[in-house]
């Protein structure tokens, strides 16, 4: 088999690359292995706005600007809605925080997002006295449904092979690589925080963070918009609302604990005060770099190797840009910011 790329990963940056490749009529096979599921467990959420100081997120306009297209395009692609419009509901801890908001809607990037209205709560099983900041033109991407339905698009074109890919076996050529059967011009390697496996890209500098999110059924609590306070509390429908996230830089498993539940319950008990039951629990490790950004580029001395990662806790917003980017730069020698490119660690 021969063609223009591997793809190693089908997480949200593996498919954004393959969406890239496919727009450009470049032929190319994706190896999965389910080994990682941060893509599969996120929230989703996009939104232009840090919560926590109300200060805009890096480069968030113009990776909104490519990412809500492509969003549409793929439901297009695959005759199915992801890309569910949701307002966030900041809840106010103080009047300073109200203050603070008012403060921020004045500025040029968050302008647009940020109501300069307080909501007051009327739920009487949410506890907010100072009210709610209401983020608009934001949402959440199904990006369960959505990569489910991308890889039965692959498989239908027979263009993923869902095993393990085994780096030893990569027979590095003077033009492009060959891997078993395939010979390809590059391989483009999206593994998430499987990048730690991979001894050409694992002197990387990831800080890997793992998240636990838990699923809730709470009949009573009737809101149709996101919460967000200690943890966020995000409605999927027919009463279930997915709530998170934990963060934890020890644990270096995928593997839902005890600990993460409590916690999750901890902070949902101090602002939700209806019942709900938990039926479902989740995690999945978040591929943070050390700085914050993404990497990309090729590797310092095999440039048939190349990486796209570290799309951190914001995967939704970054990875269609990125994919972007890393394909212009491989294909049109277009430079890559020194914010992103992975030469910044050499
Ligand atoms: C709890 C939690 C909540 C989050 N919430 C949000 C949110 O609301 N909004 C947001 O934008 N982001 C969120 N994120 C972050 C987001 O999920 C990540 O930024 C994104 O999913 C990373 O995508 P990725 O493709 O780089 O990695 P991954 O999704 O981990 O995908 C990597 C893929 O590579 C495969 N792979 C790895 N090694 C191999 C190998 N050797 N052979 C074959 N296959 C391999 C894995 O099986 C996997 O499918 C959240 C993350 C977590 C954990």
């Not at 954004?16 to 389910?34: M, P």
């Not at 590095?172 to 496996?197: H, M, P, S, T, W």
């Not at 509390?233 to 998170?244: A, F, S, W």
């Not at 409590?262 to 938990?278: A, G, P, R």
Request: net charge positive; with cysteine; proline share 4%.
């Amino acid at each position: 088999m021969n063609v223009d790329y591997i793809i190693v990963g089908l997480g949200l940056s593996g498919m954004a690359f393959a969406e890239e490749l496919t727009k450009q009529n470049k032929s190319f096979v994706v190896y999965d292995d389910r080994s990682q599921n941060s893509s599969l467990v996120a929230g989703g959420m996009y939104n232009p706005v840090i919560l926590k100081r109300f200060t805009p997120v890096w480069n968030a306009e113009e990776q909104l600007k490519t990412a809500l297209p492509y969003y549409k395009r793929l439901e297009e692609k695959l005759h199915n809605t992801y890309d569910h419009k949701i307002d966030i509901y900041r809840v106010f801890k103080s009047v300073e925080e109200q203050n603070n908001w008012f403060y921020a809607c004045d500025k040029i990037l968050l302008k647009d997002f940020m109501s300069s209205t307080i909501i007051r709560n009327k739920n009487k099983f949410v506890d907010a006295p100072f009210g709610y900041g209401r983020l608009e033109k934001t949402g959440r991407i199904d990006i369960n449904s959505l990569i489910h339905d991308y890889r039965v698009l692959l498989l239908n074109k027979k263009v993923i092979r869902e095993e393990k890919f085994f780096y030893h076996q990569i027979i590095l050529k003077k033009k492009g690589v060959e891997y078993n059967d395939v010979k390809a011009k590059r391989i483009v390697f999206c593994e998430g925080y499987g990048i730690k496996q991979n001894p050409y890209f694992n002197y990387l500098p990831m800080k890997e963070a793992k998240g636990e999110l838990i699923t809730i059924h709470a009949p009573d609590l009737n809101v149709d918009y996101l919460i967000k306070a200690a943890v966020f509390v995000m409605p999927l429908g027919n009463d279930h609302y997915k709530v998170g996230a934990t963060f934890n830089w020890k644990d270096k498993t995928s593997t839902p604990t005890t600990e993460g539940m409590l916690e999750l319950e901890k902070k949902l008990n101090s602002f939700i005060k209806c019942k709900y039951e938990i039926v479902d629990h989740l995690a999945g490790i978040r591929p943070t770099i050390v700085d914050r950004r993404p990497l990309l580029g090729v590797h310092p001395e095999h440039d048939q190797l190349a990486v796209l990662n570290g799309l951190g806790t914001r995967g939704v917003m970054i990875a269609p840009l990125m994919a972007i980017k890393l394909y212009q730069y491989l294909e049109r020698h277009v430079s890559l910011d020194n914010e992103v490119s992975i030469s910044r660690f050499q």
